[in-house]
């Protein structure tokens, strides 16, 4: 029931509210109809226990108490069809219908009407009393309990078609009454860190609704405020310090250049230097993050052979993992066409091979693997070396995580989102496959030739990732 759609859950409370309250109605309505059957019944009775009465105390042998028997002659005709008892003042039996036989009574009852069964029918007896005289009168209910049971069957008839009619109108309410939210939803949903200035539809009717769509159109100007303040503020740090980091990378680089230079002070201004190239590393990571943000990452997508640029950053990284005894292995094919910006996969493909080489084990491996799949052209780099715990992988693709807080290793937790914007300016993706005791593998995808449609834009990747790719063995 909890994750059944609103408008659903509506019809089926309606449903259930209806069927309640007709079965309730039913259950009133037939002990109403019952009581307003029954009340001329006894009516009649106390009607038809006078007119006996009168007679009996009128005969010619009375007063009634006088009288030793009671005979048919002596009771009214309006009563000929009715079974009577009379009983004297000693208990003794002064009359009984002839209809009565084999033991059959209408006596023994409560006091007040109640019913019986005679000849396998119900009958109402009601008791009287005059003098010394007790009479027990006995009306016939089967033609009004067929009167409540028709009611009853026409009632149970009907239970299902309104209850079905309720569940259906209770769907189309909800429906109609949800469309604003629909709305608001459907809004809601285009409003993206590239498109901040969407603002969701105010419905017509001034309602609670309304109240809702206003309050949200609020809180969404004052994210975009606060997000723009941000971007804003990201961008113009990064600015201001690239400056004086140059700066600062020119003098000390100069001052290394001096023969004079000591041998420890140049190893403190090398130190510095390292500290320096970090600082500007990360003055760049945050002006591209800006301008992702801004939605302004420009990216020259064509048809590119992605093999040249996947040789390049291989040869780039070759230096920095022979410093590690790290291997790279390859399994590429001849040629790989993708819509990419050479550029911008180098940078991508620079950084996933940079991380593959800092969190590996000495004497590790590293597998570039690249192809096409039904999915888009794909590119996976491999390393050997500690897992990331199970607990951060959800959040390894944030700005500033990283796997380890081990400050020997340089970076600063910015390489795997800055491949990621890159990865989708470009229309593609980047995403981590597994990671574990053999293997961690990142995943780089990219649209295929055949994606790009006749007005140049291209259709975007929808498949998800494989579960596991599968990689030689590192032994």
């Not at 050479?342 to 000495?362: C, D, F, G, H, T």
């Not at 039904?374 to 959040?395: Q, R, Y």
């Amino acid at each position: 029931m909890k994750r059944l759609p609103l408008s659903l859950k509506v019809a089926l409370w309606s449903f259930l509210v209806a069927g309640l309250t007709m079965g309730g109605a039913m259950l009133v309505m037939t002990f109403v109809l019952e009581r307003e059957l029954m009340s001329p019944i006894e009516d009649r009775l106390s009607q038809r226990a006078a007119e006996i009465f009168w007679s009996l105390e009128h005969y010619a042998g009375g007063p009634a108490e006088n009288l030793k028997e009671i005979t048919k002659d002596m009771l009214p005709r309006s009563t000929a069809s009715m079974n009577i008892e009379i009983v004297g003042a000693g208990g003794e039996l002064l009359y009984r219908s002839a209809n009565l036989k084999n033991k059959l009574t209408l006596k023994g009852g409560p006091a007040t009407p109640h019913v019986i069964h005679l000849f396998r029918q119900p009958y109402l007896v009601e008791t009287f009393h005059q003098g010394a005289l007790t009479l027990y009168l006995g009306f016939p209910l089967s033609a009004t309990y067929l009167t409540l049971q028709r009611v009853k069957t026409s009632g149970l008839y009907a239970l299902p078609f309104a209850a079905v009619l309720s569940l259906l109108g209770g769907y189309w309410v909800a429906r109609r009454a949800l469309n604003p939210i629909r709305n608001i939803t459907e809004a809601a949903g285009r409003i993206t860190a590239e498109g901040m200035k969407q603002r969701l539809p105010v419905p017509a009717a001034r309602d609670d609704i309304r109240k809702l769509t206003n309050v949200l159109n609020e809180t969404f100007d004052r994210l975009d405020r606060s997000y723009l303040q941000a971007v804003r503020f990201a961008s113009d740090a990064s600015h201001q310090l690239k400056t004086p980091i140059t700066v600062m990378r020119a003098a000390i680089e100069d001052m290394l250049r001096d023969p004079e230079l000591r041998p420890s002070d140049a190893e403190a201004l090398n130190d510095v230097l390292d500290q320096t190239r970090r600082l500007s590393s990360l003055a760049e990571g945050l002006l591209l993050l800006a301008t992702a943000d801004a939605g302004g990452v420009d990216a020259d997508l064509d048809e590119t052979d992605m093999i040249p640029v996947i040789e390049r950053c291989i040869e780039d990284a070759e230096i920095l993992a022979a410093e590690h005894e790290v291997r790279i292995l390859r399994e590429l094919p001849a040629r790989l066409p993708a819509v990419a910006d050479p550029r911008r996969s180098e940078q991508v493909l620079l950084n996933l091979l940079e991380n593959a080489i800092k969190y590996n084990r000495p004497g590790g491996i590293i597998q570039i693997r690249a192809g096409n799949r039904k999915d888009g052209v794909f590119i996976t780099v491999a390393n050997t070396g500690t897992p990331i715990p199970p607990d951060k992988t959800a959040w390894i693709f944030d700005r500033f995580a990283r796997a380890e807080r081990n400050e020997s290793r340089a970076g600063h937790g910015l390489g795997l989102s800055i491949a990621r914007e890159l990865a989708a300016a470009q229309r593609g993706d980047v995403r981590l496959l597994r990671s574990d005791t053999a293997w961690t593998e990142f995943e780089f995808r990219l649209a295929p030739p055949s994606s790009r449609k006749p007005g140049g834009e291209i259709v975007p990747l929808l498949t998800p990732p494989p579960a596991r790719a599968l990689l030689r063995n590192p032994g």
